[in-house]
């Protein structure tokens, strides 16, 4: 797919919350197969203190960020994502862009066929398809000893992200974050929820905007039809609670089996079998993950990197986003009417991503 680069020179557009993140993540898993190349912020502070955290060099322009480097960090906020990987491909640099992909499915589209078109290996920054929790939680749903999977519930809540740990007020503004809660932040849950339960075929939801920002909903109830049978809601709410950062719980009801998770990464991961019941969180949750699946801790920065260096696709792709923005548009239709039901394009497991 690409060309073999080592070191991997790494670009960063955007030098915010998400992209110091992805940084210190490189450091820690991939520091000699990565070098720090430049960094570009309209807001030179943040460019600043990115550089000297890292040892990125502070560039005047995107131009001089893309001409730089091999590979390149898209992490800015949502409305500049289309125009930075059409640039970054334009050049055959790999790029890894932040999920959303982008404020619409159109434009989301047009993004995995621009890299598919160009060549280049791409990567979304939908990371909790890596994480050990939800890959456990995933192996022990399809378990047979679990039967069918019969319902779902997700919940996911966190403060409106304005304020806090947020420095930034991007995610109040419709132009360039798009929409609220669902788009910004449940992408993943739905996501999540094909990954882990399978293909949805119809949604059905209503939304509220309780802060008063016109297009930044801030609680959404979602119902899902599985193409399985199995039904599922999703409850996706930014409220003002400081204590609460971003915290997901998911309970699976199996025809056999009840399991429950919650924290993104390390659990608890909780299971009730007949005749077997257990809890599993951290270093524990880890070892079962590698004793029964195998799971393979990967650090999904390091990832991309080591695909660049290697030049072979990296995971998840554009496709992958594609399709989760194909859910969060069908949620948002079905808002807009009311809370009519509406129809999911079905793909294959595979092209739905949780093959
Ligand atoms: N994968 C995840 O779990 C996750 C978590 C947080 C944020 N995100 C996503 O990452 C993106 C950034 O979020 P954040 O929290 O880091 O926001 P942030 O406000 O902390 O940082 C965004 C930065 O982008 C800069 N910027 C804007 N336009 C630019 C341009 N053309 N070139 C270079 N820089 C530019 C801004 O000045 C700002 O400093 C968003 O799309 C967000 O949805 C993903």
């Known amino acids: 797919m690409g060309?073999?680069?080592?070191?991997?020179?790494?670009?960063?557009?955007?030098?915010?919350?998400?992209a110091t993140f992805?940084?210190?993540?490189?450091?820690?898993d991939v520091r000699d197969l990565a070098s720090w190349a430049g960094v570009y912020d309209p807001d030179r502070s943040r460019a600043e203190a990115f550089a000297a955290a890292s040892g990125a060099t502070v560039c005047d322009s995107e131009e001089e960020v893309l001409d730089g480097c091999d590979a390149v960090f898209v992490c800015t906020w949502t409305?500049?994502?289309?125009?930075?990987?059409?640039a970054a491909a334009e050049r055959g640099l790999p790029v890894f862009c932040e999920k959303p992909l982008a404020t619409n499915l159109d434009d989301a589209r047009?993004?995995?066929?621009?890299?598919?078109?160009?060549?280049?290996?791409?990567?979304?920054?939908l990371i909790l398809r890596r994480s050990p929790a939800f890959t456990l939680l995933r192996h022990l749903v399809h378990e047979e000893a679990s039967g069918r999977t019969m319902a779902v519930v997700f919940r996911d809540d966190q403060y409106m992200p304005v304020q806090g740990a947020y420095a930034s007020t991007w995610r109040g503004e419709v132009d360039k974050a798009g929409a609220g809660t669902l788009l910004e932040h449940s992408i993943h849950d739905l996501d999540l929820l094909e990954w882990v339960v399978g293909p949805v075929e119809r949604v059905a939801a209503v939304a509220r905007e309780f802060h008063g920002v016109?297009?930044?909903e801030d609680a959404v109830v979602t119902t899902l039809e599985f193409v399985s049978g199995a039904v599922g809601t999703l409850v996706s709410v930014w409220h003002d609670v400081l204590e609460r950062p971003s915290l997901r719980r998911v309970e699976v009801?199996?025809?056999?089996?009840?399991?429950?998770?919650?924290?993104?990464?390390?659990?608890p991961v909780e299971?009730?079998?007949?005749g077997d019941r257990g809890r599993v969180a951290g270093d524990d949750l880890l070892a079962k993950a590698a004793a029964e699946i195998p799971y393979e801790a990967v650090n999904p920065d390091g990832a991309f990197v080591r695909a660049v260096a290697e030049g072979r696709p990296a995971w998840p792709d554009f496709d992958v986003a594609v399709r989760a923005h194909e859910l969060v548009d069908a949620v948002?239709?079905?808002?807009?009417?009311g809370g009519a039901p509406v129809d999911v394009p079905v793909h294959s497991p595979e092209a739905a991503g949780c093959g």
């Open 253 to 267: 009801l199996c025809e056999r089996g009840w399991y429950c998770q919650e924290d993104d990464w390390f659990g």
């Open 332 to 337: 948002y239709r079905s808002c807009a009417a």
């Open 110 to 125: 047009s993004m995995a066929r621009t890299v598919r078109d160009a060549g280049v290996i791409n990567q979304v920054g």
């Open 3 to 18: 060309r073999r680069v080592t070191p991997v020179r790494v670009g960063w557009l955007g030098a915010g919350l998400i």
């Open 79 to 86: 409305s500049e994502h289309r125009r930075l990987v059409e």
């Open 22 to 28: 992805h940084s210190k993540m490189l450091r820690h």
């Open 214 to 216: 016109a297009g930044i």
């Open 271 to 274: 299971w009730i079998r007949s």
